[in-house]
């Protein structure tokens, strides 16, 4: 039998659905020497119809192969890749089959158009799933420059620096991005957990550049001597922040001593000392200090020498001890944050009308102190936004400080476990119209009269609102609060029981009360608890901690 004759009766058999018969026939074509492009074409038809897609494609290619001028090769194999989820073949065979369609033949050219939008849109959805697929598995941070990686752990690390320990633990990457960068390992925290290990280790990482150094104060004496020894090697002239105890900060200043090193001391930025005898002998070495952030507790009067050298502060904190205050504040006037608390200030032998202006004076935190007034009567703060008094005896004499316009821009005002009136208090709020937090806590006699002032309106009848900023609350431990005093002072403030003029709008609005404690307030009416978790969105009421309940009963 002839080629012919075999590829004749396997096209018979293929329309008579006889496909195994076909492909043996035209197998027998191909063997008998047959190198037509029908017979390879026919072939093609019969295995994709028998789904081998694969075998019909190798067929396809012969076609292309042996009739590179017809569109009959391209269309079947762009047919067939797109079966087989290769579209970008697909479209490419499909434009090079168009090439060669006469342009009359309407019909094949949108078949061939058809599977080309069927293969785009193929295309597009599988770039999508690909997509989707890297962006939940794909390590894209891996990817960064060494340079950019430190830099983002570097913002990390300054916002807590304990946070360097969980970032070299994540993976093997990171672990090693962050061993490598000395800047991360800067700030040394020792305690009585393997202090001289930790010591060790920090030194080793920060290639002996440490800025920040503290130790806590139950550090073992044992472990001293092995911990100032790994220090010896440390790069002293670029520490800039120290926090130790009185005893340690001696044994540091003998250290820096035996290396010819105390200029260091002079370099610091950041100093914190907890009780220190025998200071008078650092005082030298705070010549042209470079001090910012000064924190001390146990403050002696030899220390007084301090302020000749001292003089860049912008946060001061004194705990304990006793202090003759104009110094300290003339020598500093450029403070944004003071803390004072349990101190006996030493009054100057004459201070007369003299006042010290501290125009960059943003906070004041006061708390035991023997007589406030000796601080608020020579200190002006124009700036002062935020202002704690704590715990003192006659907090009336705070008013002193009321001069001029000082409270023009307070925001925030904390009082408790004072001695004073409601008028006093009433005094301070009517000159701090931008006060947005307010605590009057543990005091008994005032409260009450001071919501009556906030809810009302100005002695002078100007009819003008008090605290129109005011959001957050605090009266704890107030005893005689009445339950209607702080009703009055959220309802008023609710937008919908504020006034509304005819085009809608609430001009002068007051804020709304947002945050709102009545801790350890007996007097307060449980049945309103769920009004005001209502109206205020962090509402606190809690009338004794457990361990008072235990006790009674």
């Known amino acids: 039998m002839s080629w012919k004759a075999s590829f004749q009766q396997g096209i018979s058999d293929f329309k008579r659905n006889k496909h195994s018969e076909a492909l043996a026939l035209f197998d027998e074509a191909v063997s008998l020497g047959c190198d037509s492009f029908i017979v390879y074409d026919s072939r093609a038809a019969v295995h994709e119809k028998l789904g081998n897609n694969k075998a019909a494609l190798l067929d396809a290619k012969k076609v292309v192969d042996t009739a590179p001028d017809r569109w009959q090769g391209y269309a079947r194999s762009a047919r067939l890749f797109h079966a087989l989820n290769k579209d970008e073949s697909a479209i490419k065979m499909i434009d090079l089959a168009l090439e060669r ?15 080309k939008s069927q293969a785009t849109n193929a295309l597009i959805a599988t770039d999508e799933r690909r997509r989707a697929r890297i962006s939940k598995t794909a390590y894209h941070i891996g990817k960064l420059p060494v340079e950019i990686f430190a830099e983002i752990f570097g913002f990390v690390v300054a916002a807590d620096h304990a946070q360097i320990l969980k970032l070299s633990h994540v993976c093997k990457h990171w672990h090693g991005m962050a061993i490598k960068t000395p800047s991360l390992w800067q700030t040394l925290v020792v305690s009585k957990h393997r202090p001289t290990r930790k010591v060790r280790l920090w030194m080793e990482r920060a290639r002996t550049h440490i800025s920040d150094l503290s130790f806590h104060h139950n550090i073992s004496e044992m472990d001293l001597s092995s911990i100032l020894l790994e220090l010896s090697t440390l790069s002293w002239c670029g520490l800039r922040s120290l926090a130790a105890s009185g005893s340690l900060f001696s044994r540091l200043y003998d250290l820096l001593h035996q290396l010819s090193k105390t ?11 907890t009780g220190c005898s025998g200071f008078e002998k650092f005082l030298p070495d705070f010549e042209d200090s470079h001090l910012e952030t000064l924190k001390i507790a146990h403050f002696t009067p ?42 006996v200030p030493i009054p100057m032998q004459s201070v007369g009308d003299d006042r010290v202006e501290l125009s960059s004076l943003q906070c004041l935190k006061l708390s035991n102190i023997a007589s406030v007034s000796i601080i608020t009567h020579v200190v002006v703060a124009p700036n002062l936004q935020v202002l704690h008094l704590f715990n003192l005896g006659h907090s009336s004499d705070v008013l002193e400080f009321a001069h001029g316009d000082s409270f023009r821009v307070l925001r925030e005002l904390r009082i408790a476990s004072c001695t004073t009136t409601s008028s006093s208090l009433n005094t301070i709020i009517a000159g701090a119209p931008l006060l947005e937090t307010l605590q009057i806590s543990s005091m008994h006699g005032v409260v009450n009269e001071v919501l009556d002032f906030i809810c009302g309106t100005r002695p002078n009848n100007q009819h003008q609102d008090m605290c129109t900023f005011l959001k957050h609350v605090d009266l704890s431990n107030c005893g005689d609060l009445l339950t209607g005093k702080a009703y009055s002072l959220v309802k008023a403030r609710l937008r919908t029981d504020q006034p ?49 309940g235990k006790q009674r009963r």
């Open 101 to 115: 369609i006469k342009p009359d033949d309407v019909q094949r050219r949108q078949e061939l158009n058809s599977l």
């Open 263 to 273: 200029e260091a001391i002079s370099r610091l930025e950041h100093l914190d000392v």
């Open 302 to 343: 030899s220390m007084g020498g301090l302020w000749s050298r001292v003089r860049r502060l912008k946060t001061m904190t004194i705990e304990a001890g006793w202090i003759e205050v104009v110094p300290a504040l003339t020598a500093n006037q450029s403070l944004e944050n003071l803390v004072l608390s349990d101190l």
């Open 500 to 548: 509304v003029t005819i085009d809608g709008s609430q001009p002068g609005c007051r804020a709304e009360i947002e945050s709102l404690r009545l801790d350890g307030c007996p007097l307060v009416e449980a049945e309103m608890l769920p009004w005001f978790r209502g109206k205020v969105k962090v509402f606190s009421c809690v009338y004794m901690t457990k361990k008072d």
